[in-house]
């Protein structure tokens, strides 16, 4: 099982950013996914999460600001990012609570995407 974030890159405050996070290998079932952010010196921190029923959670700092969505059939989870500010700036973590065939539940991430806003 793997998760590949993509959508990251440079972009100018006030700017939107779509970030795609999907889930591939041997998946049969996937709980809650969800975005998390580090910036330099700084602890890994939530963004957003969603549940398989489509209930939201976000950050204060984001709420407003970014949205939370997933594709089932495409086993993939998007943040979008609206608004952008430059304490945004970090790299962007995916992960999933998913259990793959034959297997238990267990927490996977991906790989992360950096973003940056600066002018």
């Known amino acids: 099982v793997q998760l590949q974030a993509s959508g990251g890159g440079l972009v100018q405050p006030g700017g939107s950013l779509r970030l795609s996070c999907a889930a591939s290998?041997?998946?049969?079932?996937?709980?809650?996914m969800g975005w998390y952010r580090q910036a330099p010196g700084k602890q890994r921190e939530l963004v957003a999460t969603?549940?398989?029923?489509?209930?939201?959670n976000y950050a204060d700092s984001v709420k407003g600001r970014f949205t939370i969505s997933r594709d089932d059939a495409k086993n993939t989870v998007y943040l979008q990012m609206n608004s952008l500010k430059p304490e945004d700036t970090a790299v962007y973590y995916c992960?999933?609570?998913?259990?793959?065939?034959?297997?238990?539940?267990?927490?996977?991430w991906g790989q992360g995407t950096q973003v940056t806003v600066s002018s």
């Open positions: 992960n999933a609570y998913l259990r793959p065939f034959g297997s238990v539940y267990a927490l996977y």
């Open positions: 290998g041997s998946i049969f079932s996937i709980n809650t």
């Open positions: 969603i549940t398989s029923g489509g209930s939201t």
